[in-house]
């Protein structure tokens, strides 16, 4: 089984910046991506940000140029998140996507932005 560990949200005012943190443990193999989704109450868990073992990065258009995705060890992956808005508000979530698309999820990490 895998575990994703998330750390780093919290309240912000708009404008400001935070780092989300997510490492994972536990039997792991075969990763294709790590990345993170956000989710607000009544809607969709959205995509935010993909990195994939090679290094490739995909961005919901919303945050380009806002947010960064990194990988700064082996199976941990950071985003982060700058120039906030009240809109980036959600509970984000770690994800891990294995090559036979198995899917892990972290258990959520509360963002709020707001003066």
């Known amino acids: 089984q895998v575990q994703l560990v998330e750390s780093g949200g919290g309240l912000v005012q708009p404008g400001g910046s935070l780092r989300l943190s997510c490492a994972a443990s536990?039997?792991?193999?075969?990763?294709?991506?790590m990345g993170w989704y956000r989710q607000v109450p009544g809607k969709q868990r959205e995509l935010v940000a993909t990195i994939t073992n090679g290094g490739n990065t995909n961005y919901v258009d919303s945050v380009k140029g806002r947010f960064t995705i990194s990988r700064d060890a082996k199976n941990t992956v950071s985003l982060q998140m700058n120039s906030l808005k009240p809109e980036d508000t959600a509970v984000y979530y770690c994800n891990l996507v294995r090559w036979d698309a198995v899917a892990y999820w972290g258990q959520g990490t509360q963002v709020t932005v707001s003066s």
């Open positions: 536990g039997s792991i193999f075969n990763v294709y991506a």
